[in-house]
Structure formats: C-alpha cells, structure tokens
C-alpha cells in the first residue's frame, strides 16, 4: 500500500536531524566528487554502442547476435541515465532486533537505509522506499523533494519494531514481487536471506542492479568468549541458554559459513554487497562502500 502522509514523530524527527547534521559536516559530495553521473553508480540502462570484448568485461554485455554474425566477440556499452532512481527495500526482520553492544542490528540498519536515501536526493536522485514488515509492507514513492523524502523516513523511524515471535514465518526475499520503477537502482536492507536464490533472481538483476546491505554483530562472527549465560533471541521472541563449548563454536561456525556461502550467492560480486559492524560508523562505511563501487574494488574482498 502507499503511505499516507505521516505527523513527524519527535523522536523519528530528531534521529534524522542527527544524520542530515553528518552528511553536512563530513561533506560527502566532497568526497564522492567525481566524473561519474550518479554515485551510485549501476551498471547503466542506456544503450549507447558495441564493442569488442575484451579481458574482464562483464560476459553479461555480451551481444550474441553481432557477435555471431561478425565472427568474434563484441559487447554492448552502456551509459548511466542521467536521473537515477535509488530504490530502498527495508526488509523489517524481527531478528534485526538483536544487539549484544549498544545498538541493536535493526538502529544501524535504519540509519544506514536513510543516509542512503538522503544521499541520493542530495545528489538529485529520486530516492523511493519500501518498507516490508511479517504484516505487510508500506511503499513510499520515488522523490527528489527533500521534505518529501523526510516525511518517508521519519515513518520508517518511528514505525514500531515488529513482533519477535510473529504468527507465520516472515520469510522476505530480494526478489521483489511489487512493482519496481523502470531501471531503478534497488537497495536492500535486511537479514541474510532463509534460501539460495531462485532461478528468476538472474532475471530480475538483468532488469534492476541490485546491492545488498546487512548489519552483523559481533557475536555473529564469533560466539562470545565468557562463560555459559542466557540471552534473548529476538527471532524466537524468548530468552535462550547460550552454551561456550567445543560443540558449540563448531556448530556456531557451520552456521556462519552456511549463511556467508548464502550472502555471496545474491550477490556474488563483492561490489554489490555491504557488511557493517555494529560497532562501525554507518556513514563512514557507506561512504567507503560507495567510492569502493566507483574504483571497481570492493573492501574485504572476496
């Protein structure tokens, strides 16, 4: 459904000012200056001509019918349009609610979902939201109008966290079934997806490129070094006996390699997929991620 037109929640209003205040004090259009229409910078939607393939172009460009009649491989070239939309996807996943440090998985999630948006209006991109929650999801159409864009997210800011132990599985996916503008950029905010992609995800990122950003906490990529203890699992909405044993670092590992293996097959260029600490600088990363994209190397490559 699309959004109505929300009261500004004091708190949901006070949040933004604070990340509108760093966009202006770090000067993130300084750092982000460059020759390249969009800082965001898709793979492009416009045809612009063929040329030969050469060593490490992308083997998708790859235009099969000149390069059958010619003989030799050739490739289409394609030019970034000059108004991207910058299409956010908030998958609203109780499990984001998890957090062993001071914020929790979903605070850095949200920020890091706004900084992107308001980035995009600052460079005059239109900037659109979708926030998917177990009960439905709320669409906010693409804009280029800041007040517009605040209104948006400070809907999303104040919008309640979603039940822990919700009534049917919520299984979101990158695969969107809603309508998608016509060569948008899509985001996506969330948790690492339950499954491996499906067949039609190849065609969809044919249509729309598409990057993935995550949160992961510390006790993510190792269990905690104390003793025993009990905390609360927001996925199962109770609280959970955590065990620090041989058994249980085993375990803890295969449970993260099966979801880093499931991480990298959405996104298996690491150009197209973010990861950010808790504990790290939402800004600072997404900034780093940003120029990564636009220097064709990624951080923390493969």
Do not use: C
Request: hydrophobic share 40%.
């Amino acid at each position: 459904m699309n959004a109505p037109s929300p009261v500004i929640d004091p708190r949901a209003q006070s949040a933004l000012r604070r990340l509108e205040w760093q966009l202006r004090r770090r000067s993130v259009q300084t750092l982000l200056g460059g020759a390249h229409r969009s800082v965001f910078r898709g793979r492009g939607m416009e045809f612009d001509q063929v040329v030969r393939y050469a060593y490490g172009d992308d083997i998708r460009d790859v235009d099969w019918n000149v390069t059958a009649r010619l003989g030799d491989l050739y490739r289409k070239v394609f030019v970034e349009e000059r108004e991207l939309t910058i299409w956010a996807v908030v998958s609203d996943d109780p499990a984001l609610q998890f957090g062993s440090g001071v914020a929790s998985k979903r605070e850095i999630l949200l920020q890091l979902a706004a900084l992107t948006l308001m980035l995009a209006v600052v460079n005059r991109e239109r900037a659109g939201l979708l926030h998917q929650l177990p009960d439905g999801e709320t669409r906010h159409n693409p804009t280029r109008r800041r007040a517009r864009l605040l209104s948006s997210l400070a809907a999303l800011f104040a919008a309640d966290p979603p039940d822990p132990a919700p009534r049917q599985p919520f299984r979101p996916s990158p695969l969107l079934t809603s309508p998608v503008p016509q060569g948008a950029l899509v985001v996506w905010f969330g948790e690492i997806p339950p499954g491996p992609p499906p067949p039609e995800w190849a065609a969809f990122r044919r249509r729309h490129p598409v990057v993935g950003v995550r949160v992961e906490d510390p006790w993510e990529r190792a269990p905690p070094p104390s003793a025993s203890f009990t905390a609360f699992d927001p996925a199962a909405g109770a609280l959970t006996w955590v065990e620090n044993t041989p058994a249980s670092r085993e375990a803890h590992a295969e449970w993260r390699a099966a979801r880093e293996e499931t991480w990298r097959a959405w996104w298996p260029d690491p150009l197209d997929r973010l990861v950010v600490d808790t504990a790290e600088d939402p800004l600072a990363a997404l900034v780093g991620f940003l120029r990564a994209r636009r220097s064709g190397s990624a951080r923390g490559a493969p």
